[in-house]
């Protein structure tokens, strides 16, 4: 099986930071990408950034200069750092990676549970 874990959301300010972690585990071979994805009710799904096996970076203008994402060594912990956050930033956050599991030979996509991140004074 394969997990993703995510952690750091929550309440904060205008203004104010948040760190989000997402950890994958399990039965993973290498993992090709990973990245961070958000979503408010009644709408769809939307990519923050990404991050690929090489570094490659992807953002959505509206978080430009304010996100960074990156990764640890072992390469299987995303990070998504976000400054300067808006009320607009308020969704549940969920992370995604895309793996080849061992044993597989074509990768999957996985998503985690979700962090709640809420900005609101």
């Known amino acids: 099986q394969v997990q993703l874990v995510e952690s750091g959301g929550g309440l904060v300010q205008p203004g104010g930071s948040l760190r989000l972690s997402c950890v994958a585990s399990?039965?993973?071979?290498?993992?090709?990408?990973m990245g961070w994805y958000r979503q408010v009710p009644g709408k769809q799904r939307e990519l923050v950034a990404t991050?690929?096996?090489?570094?490659?970076?992807n953002y959505a203008d509206s978080v430009k200069g304010r996100f960074t994402i990156s990764t640890n060594n072992a390469r299987n912990t995303v990070y998504l750092q976000m400054n300067s956050l808006k009320p607009d930033d308020s969704a549940v956050y969920y992370c995604n990676a895309e793996l080849i599991r061992l044993g597989g030979t074509l990768p999957l996509g996985y998503w985690g549970q979700g962090t709640q991140v809420t900005v609101s004074s």
């Open positions: 399990g039965s993973i071979f290498s993992i090709n990408g």
């Open positions: 991050l690929s096996r090489g570094g490659s970076t």
